[in-house]
């Protein structure tokens, strides 16, 4: 895979975590302009939440990292697929599905720090077990995993798609908050809300002043 030898060489001459996001989200945005911009929207709200909550800075680092580069898998899927105007099959998401460990992949063959592998493996995982790849539970998923999977899930709400009406950030948390599963942890609803709404708030604000 012409992606994986690149990042690998990258990775070689010794870029670092910053430079190896950067150049994922370039890579990104050169096939797919809207999951670059989502991967953008999710490593910046991560970083706001992680620090909000006062994880120590190598664990910002590392959320940086993994919410920069928690969809490269995506660079595995047929565009045909991911910009689709209109639902995925059955069929096709499932394909979708595969982004996670297609990312995991590329990430060991890259030879990124092991946190960050391990937020991009844990993306799409849920509290209550119904997530993917892997299913885990609770505790099981790392607390980085949480925030970008939170921040991941935020983005694509708030995001206008040909299939999808986007909310407001107030509304999404919300949604979220009145899921039937439980598939965030309560904490990080409430930071998201407090941090990420507030920024809104006064992003606002700042616009009409």
């Not at 983005?155 to 039937?180: S, W």
């Amino acid at each position: 895979m012409i992606v994986g030898w690149i990042m690998n060489e990258m990775q070689n001459i010794r870029i670092g975590v910053d430079g190896l996001a950067r150049f994922g989200l370039s890579m990104l945005k050169l096939s797919d302009p809207y999951t670059s911009g989502h991967c953008r929207k999710v490593q910046e709200w991560s970083v706001e939440m992680a620090r909000a909550i006062k994880l120590p800075e190598a664990s910002v680092k590392a959320v940086s990292g993994g919410a920069a580069l928690h969809d490269i898998g995506k660079q595995g899927i047929p565009s045909s697929v991911l910009s689709k105007p209109g639902r995925l099959t059955f069929e096709e998401y499932e394909l979708v599905k595969t982004h996670v460990q297609k990312g995991v992949n590329l990430l060991v063959e890259a030879g990124a720090p092991a946190q960050i592998i391990r937020i991009v493996a844990e993306h799409h995982e849920r509290l209550d077990g119904s997530g993917y790849p892997n299913g885990l539970y609770e505790e099981e998923i790392s607390l980085e995993g949480q925030i970008v999977a939170l921040a991941d899930t935020l983005g694509a709400l708030t995001t206008k798609r040909t299939y999808h009406i986007p909310v407001t950030i107030e509304e999404a948390v919300l949604k979220l908050r009145h899921e039937r599963k439980r598939l965030f942890a309560p904490r990080l609803l409430e930071l998201a809300e407090t941090v990420l709404c507030k920024r809104r708030q006064k992003s606002k604000e700042s616009v009409s002043g």
